[in-house]
């Protein structure tokens, strides 16, 4: 069982940026992504890529903003978070997948402990 795990999270200001890493990527769950979950409300997707191919995507809440990366190391998935606001505070979770799709679906993921991100204006 592959074992995730965040790194990167803390406190910004309105405007500022931040970098979120998740490590633990396996070949046998190539779609890998990131979700969130702010207080009192439901998780939300973020975004997903495929580890081979195409497929990088973003929500709409964070597009435009907010990009999905591979590590150079080839073992890590990268949130680039951009001109970060208020709305952006959540626990922001690494999720696993058989394809990026399935890490779309919400369909039989591995999940990260959660990192939380704070934004303060």
């Known amino acids: 069982q592959v074992q995730l795990e965040e790194s990167g999270g803390g406190s910004a200001q309105v405007g500022d940026s931040l970098r979120l890493t998740c490590t633990g990527r396996t070949l046998n769950r190539p779609g890998m992504g990131w979700f969130r979950q702010a207080p009192g409300k439901s998780r939300e997707y973020v975004a997903s890529?495929?580890?081979?191919?195409?497929?990088?995507r973003v929500a709409d809440s964070v597009k435009g903003r907010f990009t999905i990366s591979k590590g150079d190391d080839e073992n890590s998935v990268i949130l680039q978070m951009n001109k970060l606001t208020p709305e952006d505070t959540a626990i922001y979770y690494c999720a696993a997948g058989d394809t990026a799709a399935d890490v779309r679906n919400r369909q039989n993921l591995i999940w990260g402990q959660g990192i939380q991100v704070t934004v303060s204006s």
């Open positions: 890529i495929a580890w081979h191919g195409a497929g990088d």
